[in-house]
């Protein structure tokens, strides 16, 4: 099969070093094609290519050489693609101020690029400005794809908007644009954010039934939303059902059995789970020891029954410290409060009241935490003036809006991604950026 190129053409491929004859082989044009039109993509549109003596039909040629023309409403320039892979570099450098000044500075926007700027939003936990720039996106004539839709739910979830996340999930399906594993795997896990494991199981099962073949991803968010809810049974369901896609568990998969666990407050099957590990080819790393410190917090053990709770707490940051795991802040937090016997805003508040031996442990712990360098939240960072007979109450630097008083924003980790996220401790609200003035590092 060949393709016949008109005398223009053939004039300009000289021009550039190139040389064909009329009659060239089909695979020898198509890169000729390819290289000519990227060439004239400045300046390219149908009329051009026409008065060119170029008689191939633009769906015909190779994807790299379909030019603005071919994608006029998307505005598709060689610029465009240069600007995008700059933004997405600056993202993963976790840069977003300049990513968002090479977007600003584009023209013509097209919906690739918004795409770019949006993931690099999530990226970065810029969650609010992606949100708003998702909005604006939706005034203007461009088309909305998958990817747009899959960073614009992440985006609503991670300013605790998960409701409308979901919306947008529905509206996927409505417009038949549901049709990969990343929007279902983001539905399920703004489901697992509101604890509605029924929701994220329903939407597990159809895309099952649709025949798409669920990621070790698909896999953490459903995990996590049966774990939201403590149901170690359906946790363990979907670990054992990983090897039928052949998948291996991941710390994060783990992760999950040990949040359900936490939420179930069975401290036994954590600590069992935690020594299998410790053997196993999946090592414990300080999200998952951190998981195990925040049962013994949540029951108050220590304060309960002294003896055996500063055992099994002692015990822990043995284990932690004999596999060469390092603690964080996040860990040293739920430790502290784990050694007071309850949370650290009820020690602050004064609804809890640490037992003299209990106060010597924890001032140990934290002097422990300042030799070794481990860095401190403003909430043990109050709690250690507290023990030290100060007011640390107002020094915590707790976000006092409406709603709020006799609570702080307190900083932790997500036991599935490892990410941090702030929430309050006397209304339980939850967000992924730092509220005004709240908890920092």
Not at 76 to 93: G, H, M, Y
Not at 236 to 255: K, N, T, V
Not at 294 to 321: F, T
């Amino acid at each position: 099969m060949t393709v016949r190129f008109g005398p223009e053409l053939r004039a300009f491929v000289t021009r550039v070093g190139l040389c064909t004859n009329a009659l060239t082989p089909r695979r020898e044009a198509l890169h000729v094609v390819s290289i000519a039109c990227r060439c004239l993509s400045s300046f390219a549109c149908q009329r051009n290519r026409a008065a060119l003596g170029l008689t191939l039909p633009s769906s015909k040629l190779p994807r790299s050489a379909r030019t603005a023309d071919t994608l006029n409403m998307e505005h598709d320039t060689p610029s465009n693609r240069r600007f995008t892979k700059a933004i997405e570099q600056l993202t993963k450098q976790g840069n977003y101020a300049e990513a968002w000044k090479v977007f600003d500075s584009i023209e013509q926007k097209n919906t690739i690029v918004y795409s770019a700027m949006l993931a690099g939003a999530v990226r970065c936990g810029r969650y609010s400005q992606g949100v708003e720039l998702f909005e604006s996106l939706r005034t203007t004539s461009l088309a909305l794809t998958e990817p747009v839709y899959v960073s614009a739910m992440a985006l609503y979830g991670g300013c605790s908007r998960c409701v409308e996340g979901l919306e947008l999930f529905n509206e996927m399906r409505k417009l038949g644009i549901a049709n990969n594993v990343p929007p279902y795997t983001t539905a399920i896990q703004l489901c697992g954010k509101l604890s509605r494991h029924q929701q994220a199981n329903d939407i597990w099962e159809d895309m099952i039934a649709r025949g798409l073949r669920p990621t070790g991803a698909a896999f953490t968010a459903i995990m996590s939303a049966a774990a939201s809810v403590g149901d170690l049974a359906e946790v363990q369901r979907h670990l054992d059902a990983m090897a039928s896609y052949e998948l291996q568990p991941s710390r994060s998969h783990l992760g999950c059995m040990l949040k359900a666990c936490r939420c179930a407050g069975d401290a036994d099957r954590a600590e069992k789970l935690l020594h299998d590990m410790a053997d196993g080819p999946v090592k414990p790393d300080v999200v998952h020891y951190t998981i195990v410190m925040g049962i013994y917090r949540a029951s108050g053990l220590a304060g309960a029954d002294p003896e055996a709770g500063h055992s099994r707490v002692s015990r822990l940051a043995a284990r932690m410290s004999q596999q060469g795991v390092a603690p964080d802040k996040f860990f040293l937090e739920e430790h502290l409060a784990a050694v007071l016997g309850g949370s650290l805003q009820q020690v602050l508040d004064g609804s809890l009241a640490p037992t003299p031996p209990a106060a010597a442990a924890a001032r140990r712990l934290l002097e422990a935490a300042r030799r070794s360098g481990t860095q401190q939240t403003r909430v043990t960072q109050a709690v250690e003036r507290w023990l030290a007979g100060g007011t640390p109450t107002a020094a915590a630097g707790s976000a006092q809006r409406p709603g709020d008083a006799g609570g702080l924003w307190l900083e932790a980790a997500d036991p599935a991604s490892g990410r941090s996220y702030y929430y309050h401790s006397r209304t339980r609200a939850v967000s992924w950026e730092r509220p005004a003035g709240g908890a920092a590092p």
